[in-house]
């Protein structure tokens, strides 16, 4: 029997006790900002981009309003507003340095709908590629990725610097 090692998943499953407490990881990311473990790409003062913690694929990116709210209604224009460019950023950011062959970007909108941190609304950018789809997350319920965080943040952080 071969093994693979996804040694990541034991602090995801870790952090989810953590948590528990009833703080949000998005907002403490902004506070840790600039420490070790940076994963911001790109800030304004009402939205910003940070890479998944526990991405789906290479370059799964997150589109986050500063302010911590859950609710889509309770977003400003100028909010929803910076959320969009900031999507519309980061799909060109991943072009340009992954060639995806498509996206999935959503917003899960409460816990029922899979929103695993309903607390604070998140928009996933996960790019695709043909072929990218496997065995091994529905029978092994494992994910395998060709590159650590690390590795996506140096190649992307360039391109939002860009703009």
């Known amino acids: 029997m071969e093994r693979l090692w996804s040694p990541w998943r034991m602090e995801y499953i870790e952090s989810a006790r953590e948590n528990d407490d009833g ?38 990116l997150l589109v986050l ?8 209604e309770d977003l400003t224009p100028e909010e929803s507003a910076a959320i969009s460019r900031l999507l519309n ?14 996206f999935n970007i959503g917003l899960n909108l409460g816990r029922a709908a899979g929103a695993g941190m309903p607390e604070h609304a998140h928009w996933h950018v996960v790019p695709r590629w ?12 494992t ?3 060709p590159e650590l965080l690390d590795q ?9 610097d860009q703009d």
């Open 89 to 102: 950023r980061s799909v060109r950011a991943l072009r340009e340095t992954s060639e995806p062959h498509g």
């Open 23 to 60: 703080g949000c990881v998005f907002c403490a990311l902004l506070e840790a900002e600039g420490s070790s473990g940076e994963r911001v790409l790109a800030r304004d003062e009402l939205a910003y981009v940070t890479l998944a913690k526990y991405p789906y694929n290479p370059g799964h």
């Open 130 to 141: 043909g072929g990218d789809t496997n065995f091994m997350p529905v029978v092994g319920e």
């Open 152 to 160: 996506t943040f140096a190649k992307l952080r360039p391109r939002f």
């Open 143 to 145: 994910r395998v990725l």
């Open 65 to 72: 309003p500063v302010r911590h709210t859950g609710d889509l």
